[in-house]
T-cell receptor, first 114, second 107 residues
């Protein structure tokens, strides 16, 4: 596609429910990143993929958070048993992973846990 | 460890005045630094990167390794520059972002 696409744009869920956030990166981009951004803060790293391999998941806050990218393209970030503190903007970005290349961001998914 | 610091959360300047958004970083290797901007209701997008030594929309940023800084500057601010600005450091395949500076240009 022309840019990084994330869905849904907005998600409201009840506490305790599971949610799945989807990211469709730019075609051909090797690297894919997930970030979480709380109000008034900068994007906070969650996890990173190189092709289908999850290279770094050190930013995932706890074991309720997981991510996958099974075919090296679309990625899903799953949050199980959501809590109110999970409410945030979840941003996905992709890059060519070649030289000094930039990260291109999607519009983000605004998650609200009520 | 805090790798990118943007000390100002809010910055207001008058139209036509110079503007400088501060960014300091901590990294022992050779840094790759970027400025990202987010206009109202738009996605986060790259403004400029230090390696390119470019001027985008009148903005420039010089990497100062001695001061570990990458401040963003523009000599004459415009109303359309009002946005959220994030400084980012790339190390390997990770990007680390500062907390952002909200710039308001007063007409």
């Amino acid at each position: 596609g022309a840019g990084v696409s994330q869905s849904p744009r907005y998600k409201v869920t009840k506490r305790g429910q599971d949610v799945a956030l989807r990211c469709d990166p730019i075609s051909g981009h090797v690297s894919l990143y997930w970030y979480r951004q709380a109000l008034g803060q900068g994007p906070e790293f969650l996890t990173y993929f190189n092709y289908e391999a999850q290279q770094d998941k050190s930013g995932l806050p706890n074991d309720r958070f997981s991510a996958e990218r099974p075919e090296g393209s679309i990625s899903t970030l799953t949050i199980q048993r959501t809590e109110q503190r999970d409410s945030a903007m979840y941003r996905c970005a992709s890059s060519l992973n070649r030289g000094n290349t930039e990260a291109f961001f999607g519009q983000g998914t605004r998650l609200t846990v009520v | 460890a805090q790798r990118v610091t943007q000390p100002e959360k809010l910055l207001s300047v008058f139209k036509g005045a110079p503007v400088e958004l501060k960014c300091n970083y901590s990294y022992s290797g050779s840094p790759e630094l970027f400025w990202y901007v987010q206009y109202s209701r738009q996605r986060l997008q790259l403004l400029l990167r230090h390696i390119s030594r470019e001027s985008i929309k009148g903005f420039t940023a010089d990497l100062n390794k001695g001061e570990t800084s990458f401040h963003l500057k523009k000599p004459f601010a415009q109303e359309e520059d009002s946005a959220m600005y994030y400084c980012a450091l790339r190390t390997g395949n990770q990007f680390y972002f500062g907390t952002g500076t909200s710039l308001t240009v007063i007409p």
